[in-house]
Nanobody, 115 residues
Framework: QVQLVESGGGLVQPGGSLRLSCVAS????????WGWYRQAPGQERELVAR???????RYADSVKGRFTISRDNAKMTVYLQMNSLNPEDTGVYYC?????????WGQGTQVTVSL
């Protein structure tokens, strides 16, 4: 059974940076695309960044140029470097398989951007 553990969130001021990490287990990590999903308060969960098994990245327009997704297959870990954060980036961030996600989700990590 796949397990996903996200970490690295917190409270940051506008313009600040955070680096999120997600460790996966119970899955053949290297063969899948991976994604970071964001659920803002009162909104549906959305995919904001995706990295293919070959390393190709794709971003939602709202984060393009500010966020960078990367993966380390040896560590079964996917990262999200977030720069120039703004209040609209506030939400719970989850990692999961990069197409539609596996059936189970981790607990996520809360990111709050506020003065």
């Amino acid at each position: 059974q796949v397990q996903l553990v996200e970490s690295g969130g917190g409270l940051v001021q506008p313009g600040g940076s955070l680096r999120l990490s997600c460790v996966a287990s119970g899955v053949i990590f290297s063969i899948y695309p991976w994604g970071w999903y964001r659920q803002a308060p009162g909104q549906e969960r959305e995919l904001v960044a995706r990295v293919s098994s070959g390393g190709t990245t794709r971003y939602a327009d709202s984060v393009k140029g500010r966020f960078t997704i990367s993966r380390d297959n040896a560590k079964m870990t996917v990262y999200l470097q977030m720069n120039s954060l703004n209040p609209e980036d506030t939400g719970v961030y989850y990692c999961n398989e990069g197409n539609s996600g596996f059936g189970s989700w981790g607990q996520g990590t809360q990111v709050t951007v506020s003065l």
